[in-house]
C-alpha cells in the first residue's frame, strides 16, 4: 500500500460565543511525503480525502480534545483509502494509505484506531515512504473492551440502531452517529463483530466527519462540539438516518430488526458463540442482502412466520425455497400474493416451483387452484389477478395447460361485449396469438369476429393492441358501418395507423360512400398528416374510381395545392386520373388563380397541354389553357396576322384574368424586338398597324399610346432613322397616313412624335433619308404631304433662331392640316 502525508492549517471560529459555529474555508491540504511511484494525479486525486475541518457547531467554549478522523473510503479518482488525520494545534496531520486491498475488511480497517504507527505530526527526516504490506492495527478495540463499553444502555441502543440501520436500509443510505470519535470507532468494531464479513464488502466508514451532511460514506460519525447540539434536520431524512447519542434522538428506521437486539446482547453479555454460529450459516447459505439476515436469524430460532417482503427475501435462497416448499399453507400464501403482486410472481414464487416440481400432487394442485382463480377473474374483471393466473403463475406451474387455458376462456365467454373493456383489450391480443400460433394471420378467425366489433371510442385502443393487420383492418371497418360513422373520434382513432386507413380508402367508389366521407373527415380534422400524399405513393393499389374519388375529394376540401402539387407530381396525376372528373377540377382550381410563370414555366405549360387533351376537362378551362398557349406561341413565334394577334390580344384580355402583368410586359417586349428584325421590311408599316390596332389596347391604354412605346423602343436603336423604312413608317401613322382607317382614327395627336422621327431621320439618315421619305411621301394623303412639308423645313440644319421659327410654323401648319383632313374626311363620309 502506498503511503501519503498531508498537512493543512485548522480553520479560525466564529468569534460569536453563541448560535452555531462554522469553520472559514480551508485550502486543499499540502502534501508532505509520499511513496515511490505515485504520479503527481494520484497525488491530487488522494488529497481531497485526507482534509479535516473543526465541527460546524464547535465553539470557543467547547472542551476536550478535538476528534481523531480515520475513514475507509472507497472514491472514484483514487481507489479505496484508508486515511487517518490527527489535529495538532492549529493545523492538522493526515496520514493516508492508497491502494487498501480487498482483503484488508472493515474490521481491520477500525482495528488501527488508536495504533501508535499512524504519523501524527511532520516527520523529523524528509523522503520517499515505504510502502506498508498489511495495516498498523493495534491491540485497543477487542471483545472484552467491548463488552466493558457496552455496559452503558445508550450506547447498547446507539449499536442496536446502527446495525438495524445496515440491515433495513439501501446501501447509500448514510448512517450518521452523534459521538466522540472514540465512540463511533466502537460502533464500527461491534457492527463488525456482529455482522458476517460478507455482508461489510464494500462498507466505509468515518469516525468524524466535520458536514455529516456531505460525507459520502455509510457509517458517518459527528461530534457537534456541545451536547445540547443536535444533528442537522437533514441527518434524519432525505436519505439518512441518524442516532445523537446525547440526546437520544433517532430516525424511525419503519421496522423491527430482532437480530440487532440479540447481537448487542451477545456482544455486552460476552457471549458471542450463537453470534459466531449464526454468521456460518449465513455463510453457508451462501446468501448476500442484509434484508435476508434477519430473516435467516428468526429462521433458526424457529419463527415461521414470514411476511411478503421476507417472503421474496427467503426465497432468493435455494435452501430457504426448499425449506419453505415443504409446507402447504405457505405455498397457498405465496399462490395468493402472487396472483395480486407481478413482481412478487416473478421474484418469489418462481422461485419456489423449481421444488415444487419435485412433488407431483403438490404442483398439480397449485395448477387447478391457478387456473380457477384466472377463469374467475375474467368473469370478474380483475385484470392483473386474471394476466397474473393466465400468463405468469399458469406457465411457472403447469406449462403444457398453459396454452390450452385460452381455448377454455373463449368457451366461458361467447358474448365479448359482457366483458369490461379494459378485459377485453387484454385478452383480444392474447387469442389472437392462440389462434394464429405459428405465422402471421392472413385473415380473421371467425371465433374471434365478435371481439372485433367495438365502438368508436374504443377504436384506438384497440388499434393499439399487438394484432395483426387483417384484424386491425377489420375492427375499423366494422366500426365504419356503424350508424353514424365516420365521426370525428373515429377519424383521430384510426389516423393513428395510417395503414388502416389506407385500407379502408379503397372503398372509395361513389358520391356517398363511407370511405370517401371518412376522408373528407381526415382531411378537415387531421391535415397535419399529407393523407392525399400517402394515397398516390400506393395509387396502384387503388381502383380507378376510388383513386378519382379521393381525388375529388381533397380538391373540394381545399388540402391540395394546386400549382405545387402540378408542378411536383404532374405526370403522375395525368397518368393517374386519365379520364376522371378530379383532372377538370384540378385545371379549374389551378387557372382560377394561375401562378406569375403559368406562360413560361415548361413543367405547367406541359402539363396544361396534356391536360388540354383530356376529354373529361370542360370547354371552358380549355379556353383558358388556349389563352396561355397562345401568349406562349407568340412569344416563341411572333407572326403579326390579325389571325394571330387577336387571340392574344383576347388571353391578355380575359376575364378573370389568366395571365399576370408580366405577360403583357414580354409580349410587349417581343413585339418591339420582332419589329426591330422586320425593320427592313417592306411590310413593316402593314406589321405595326396590325399590332397597334389589335394590341394597343392590351399593351397601353389605347393604340396611340402603344405607339408611342413602340417608338421610344425603336428610337433607342442606332439605325433607327439610318434605315428609313421603319422610320417612315412610324411617320406615315403618326401623320395619318395609315394604311388602315381604323389605326389612323386612333392614333390622333403625334405631331410631336412626328417631328422627333423627322429629327432623329435628318441627322441620324441625313439628306439621303430625307429624300427617300419624301419620295415615298407622295403617296401619302394631302394632309400628310403638307405636314411632312413642315417637317421637312424645320429638321433642316439652319440657325437655332431659324429652327425654333420654323418648328413653331410646322406645329401651326400641321395643326391647320389636321384641321382641313378632319373636315374632308368629315364630308366625304
Known amino acids: 500500500m502506498k503511503q501519503l502525508y498531508s498537512v493543512g492549517p485548522l480553520a479560525g471560529l466564529s468569534a460569536a460565543s453563541d448560535g452555531p459555529y462554522a469553520p472559514a474555508v480551508s485550502a486543499l491540504p499540502a502534501c508532505k511525503a509520499a511513496s515511490r511511484g505515485l504520479r503527481p494525479e494520484d497525488v491530487q486525486s488522494a488529497l481531497p480525502y485526507t482534509g479535516y475541518a473543526l465541527p460546524q457547531t464547535w465553539s470557543g467554549e467547547s472542551t476536550g480534545p478535538l476528534p481523531v478522523r480515520l475513514a475507509l473510503l472507497q472514491t472514484a479518482s483514487a481507489g479505496r483509502i484508508l486515511t487517518h488525520v490527527a489535529p495538532n494545534g492549529g493545523t492538522y496531520f493526515a496520514h493516508a494509505l492508497l491502494n487498501v486491498p480487498s482483503t484488508a475488511d472493515a474490521q481491520l480497517a477500525i482495528r488501527t484506531w488508536g495504533s501508535p504507527r499512524w504519523q501524527r505530526h511532520d ?13 498498523p492495527v493495534a491491540d485497543l478495540l477487542d471483545d472484552e473492551s467491548l463488552r466493558n463499553w457496552l455496559d452503558e444502555p445508550a450506547r447498547r441502543t446507539m449499536v442496536e440502531f446502527v446495525i438495524g440501520a445496515l440491515l433495513t436500509t439501501p446501501a447509500e443510505t448514510r448512517i450518521v452517529v452523534a459521538a466522540p470519535a472514540d465512540d463511533v470507532a466502537r460502533i464500527v468494531y461491534a457492527v463488525t463483530r456482529a455482522l458476517p464479513h460478507g455482508l461489510l464488502e464494500g462498507f466505509t466508514f468515518s469516525t468524524y466527519e466535520s458536514d455529516a451532511r456531505a460525507a459520502a460514506i455509510r457509517l458517518v460519525g459527528h461530534d457537534t462540539g456541545r451536547p445540547e447540539r443536535d444533528l442537522p434536520e437533514g441527518c434524519y431524512t432525505s436519505g439518512s438516518v441518524a442516532f445523537n447519542l446525547h440526546t437520544g434522538r433517532k430516525s424511525d428506521l419503519g421496522a423491527d430488526v430482532p437480530f440487532a437486539a440479540f447481537a448487542v446482547a451477545a456482544l455486552a453479555g460476552g457471549e458471542t458463540a450463537h453470534l459466531d454460529e449464526l454468521q456460518t450459516t449465513w455463510q453457508l447459505l451462501g446468501l448476500t442482502d442484509a434484508r435476508q439476515f434477519d430473516l435467516v436469524y428468526r429462521l433458526s430460532r424457529g419463527s415461521a412466520v414470514l411476511t411478503k417482503d421476507e417472503a421474496v427475501a427467503a426465497v432468493g435462497s435455494p435452501t430457504l425455497a426448499a425449506w419453505i416448499a415443504a409446507r402447504p399453507d405457505a405455498v397457498s400464501q405465496f399462490v395468493a400474493w402472487a396472483l395480486d403482486d407481478t413482481e ?13 416440481r419435485q412433488k407431483t400432487d403438490a404442483i398439480a394442485r397449485v395448477a387447478t ?11 370478474s374483471g380483475d385484470r392483473t389477478r386474471a394476466a397474473n393466473a393466465l400468463e405468469v403463475i399458469l406457465p411457472m406451474v403447469a406449462p403444457a395447460k398453459a396454452n390450452a387455458v385460452w381455448g377454455d376462456l373463449l368457451e366461458h365467454v361467447p358474448e365479448p361485449k359482457a366483458l369490461a373493456w379494459d378485459m377485453r383489450r387484454y385478452l383480444l391480443p392474447r387469442l389472437v396469438r392462440f389462434k394464429h400460433p405459428n405465422a402471421p394471420a392472413a385473415a380473421v378467425d371467425p371465433a374471434l369476429a365478435k371481439w372485433l366489433e367495438v365502438p368508436a371510442d374504443h377504436l384506438q385502443d384497440l388499434l393499439t393492441l399487438e394484432l395483426p393487420k387483417p384484424y386491425q383492418f377489420a375492427a375499423a371497418q366494422a366500426c365504419l358501418v356503424q350508424d353514424g360513422e365516420p365521426t370525428t373520434l373515429f377519424a383521430h382513432a384510426v389516423a393513428t395507423q395510417p395503414a388502416v386507413v389506407l385500407e379502408l380508402l379503397k372503398g372509395a367508389g361513389s358520391s356517398s360512400d363511407r370511405a370517401a366521407m371518412l376522408f373528407t373527415v381526415l382531411l378537415t380534422e387531421i391535415p397535419s398528416r399529407p393523407w392525399f400524399e400517402d394515397v398516390l405513393a ?3 393499389a387503388y381502383s380507378a374510381p376510388a383513386r378519382n374519388r379521393l381525388f375529388e375529394v381533397a380538391l373540394s376540401v381545399g388540402t391540395i395545392d394546386p400549382d405545387r402539387v402540378i408542378r411536383s407530381q404532374g405526370a403522375a396525376l395525368l397518368s393517374l386520373f386519365s379520364g376522371g372528373s378530379g383532372l377538370d377540377r384540378l385545371g379549374r382550381l389551378f387557372l382560377t388563380n394561375p401562378p406569375a410563370d403559368v406562360f413560361t414555366n ?9 391536360l388540354k387533351d383530356e376529354p373529361q376537362v370542360g370547354a371552358d378551362v380549355k379556353d383558358r389553357i388556349s389563352a396561355v398557349q397562345v401568349v ?19 388571353a391578355l384580355a380575359a376575364q378573370p384574368a389568366i395571365l399576370p402583368a408580366s405577360a403583357g410586359t414580354q409580349v410587349l417586349e417581343g413585339v418591339s424586338t420582332e419589329l426591330s428584325r422586320r425593320s427592313e421590311s417592306n411590310e413593316f408599316q402593314r406589321d405595326l398597324e396590325l399590332v397597334l390596332l389589335h394590341l394597343g ?5 389605347n393604340p396611340a399610346g402603344l405607339y408611342r412605346e413602340l417608338l421610344r423602343r425603336q428610337r433607342t436603336r442606332r439605325e433607327f432613322g439610318v434605315s428609313t423604312k421603319s422610320a417612315r413608317a412610324f411617320l406615315a401613322v403618326a401623320l395619318g397616313a395609315a394604311q388602315s382607317e381604323d389605326v389612323a382614327r386612333q392614333t390622333e395627336g403625334l405631331e410631336a412624335e412626328a417631328f422627333a422621327i423627322a429629327t432623329d431621320a435628318a441627322r441620324r439618315g441625313g439628306r439621303r433619308a430625307i429624300r427617300e421619305i419624301e419620295a415615298h411621301s407622295q403617296g401619302w394623303p394631302k394632309s400628310a404631304r403638307t405636314q411632312w412639308g413642315f417637317l421637312v423645313e424645320a429638321v433642316r440644319p439652319k440657325e437655332i433662331g431659324r429652327s425654333l421659327r420654323e418648328l413653331c410654323l410646322f406645329a401651326a401648319g400641321a395643326g391647320a392640316a389636321t384641321v ?6 368629315y364630308f366625304t363620309r
Do not use: N
Not at 389596347?697 to 391604354?701: G, H, I, R
Open 632 to 650: 406562349r406561341q407568340f412569344l416563341d413565334a411572333p407572326e403579326f396576322t390579325a389571325e394571330t394577334l387577336q387571340p392574344v390580344a383576347g
Open 123 to 135: 516527520p523529523d527526516t524528509a523522503g520517499d515512504l515505504p510502502e506498508l504490506p498489511y495495516l
Open 344 to 356: 412478487f410472481a416473478h421474484r418469489a414464487l418462481s422461485r419456489l416451483v423449481a421444488p415444487l
Open 697 to 701: 389596347s392590351v399593351l397601353a391604354e
Open 538 to 540: 400506393q395509387a396502384d
Open 820 to 825: 382641313v383632313w378632319f373636315v374632308v374626311a
Open 369 to 379: 387452484e391457478v387456473r380457477r382463480a384466472g377463469l374467475a377473474a375474467v368473469a
Open 602 to 610: 415548361r413543367t405547367l405549360l406541359d402539363f396544361l397541354g396534356k
